[in-house]
């Protein structure tokens, strides 16, 4: 790349910081809290949803990106700003919020209620996230195996309902919470990702070196970060060999069948909830550490094999 050092560095921060994560979480053995996580997450999220719909302007709020203000309310026709959250943006912050919930269930089950799914749904809707609405409906499907038996019944039955609805809803992109969520947006798009691989497959396709291993920036062009289409922005950034290894340290680490990881991989198909910070940090307790009850359990069998030995 023809860039600065720093912005190099900048880019694998992004792209590749959750292994700076992961060291830190196989090194303490610290063992995340992913209800507080959870539960603080939420509160957050609709608080930022009441300040900026109320007292507060949306400008002075320092997790919107410069660009979002150009959205007036005169522009929102009446409805809401959505919540920004933690993660800076509706859908990267609500990637964070269902991660968050499917990790209680799979790595701290003995804490999980279903209450929480429940709970969930009031930043989802704040957020107006379509990708935050369909990371849901898979958690619940894989949450219920709603899949398999007499269940599919069921889960056929959502997914007609979900189709139906956002068949209903007819808003434009700044028309409201649920503008994110219809028909129209989704083909919107669609047609939109395919223009943007076609660039990118074309920009990086210059030569083989760039195929392979990312994009050759000049000094003066700006860094492909944070668009909304995560895995393209590394395949430009990386190319194939750099996203092929993201990859390979996943499954090498057996973890793309965790719900929790496999939901962050699957965000990245829109905004890169995977790339962000509290993605990374996430990304990398969940590479590192074993579950909750998993260490709880293993702390159990060895102070009962210690008092069984003692006692022999």
């Not at 992961?22 to 997450?41: M, P, V």
């Not at 969930?120 to 899949?147: D, H, Q, W």
């Not at 092929?244 to 965000?267: N, T």
């Amino acid at each position: 790349m023809n860039i600065s050092l720093l912005d190099s560095f900048l880019l694998w921060k992004f792209y590749f910081g959750f292994i700076l994560f992961y060291i830190f979480f196989r090194i303490s053995k610290y063992q995340i809290d992913y209800r507080w996580l959870f539960i603080l997450t939420c509160i957050v999220s609709v608080i930022d949803f009441a300040l900026i719909n109320s007292i507060v302007p949306i400008g002075l709020m320092k997790n919107v990106p410069g660009g979002e203000l150009n959205v007036s309310a005169q522009e929102l026709k009446g409805a809401y700003y959505r919540s920004y959250g933690l993660g800076s943006s509706p859908t990267v912050s609500a990637t964070i919020v269902v991660v968050l919930l499917a990790s209680i269930f799979y790595h701290q089950r003995r804490q999980y209620k279903d209450i929480y799914a429940l709970f969930a749904t009031v930043p989802l809707i704040m957020f107006g996230s379509g990708t935050g609405f369909v990371l849901f409906l898979i958690f619940l499907f894989m949450r219920y195996k709603l899949f398999e038996g007499k269940k599919l019944l069921f889960g056929t039955l959502i997914l007609v309902l979900f189709v139906v609805a956002i068949t209903l809803i007819d808003q434009n992109e700044n028309g409201g919470l649920l503008s994110r969520m219809s028909i129209v947006y989704y083909n919107f798009l669609f047609d939109f990702k395919m223009e943007q691989i076609a660039e990118v497959i074309t920009k990086i396709h210059i030569s083989l070196v760039q195929a392979l291993f990312g994009y050759s920036y000049k000094p003066d062009e700006g860094l492909r970060i944070m668009s909304d289409f995560g895995w393209l922005d590394m395949l430009e950034t990386w190319g194939y060999i750099g996203m092929a290894l993201l990859w390979i340290f996943v499954i090498v680490k057996k973890k793309l069948k965790d719900p929790p990881v496999l939901l962050l991989m699957i965000s990245a198909l829109h905004y890169p909830g995977l790339f962000s910070i509290p993605g990374q940090i996430i990304m990398g307790a969940l590479l590192a550490v074993v579950s909750r009850d998993t260490y709880l359990k293993s702390e159990v069998e060895l102070k009962l094999s210690g008092y069984e030995n003692s006692n022999s």
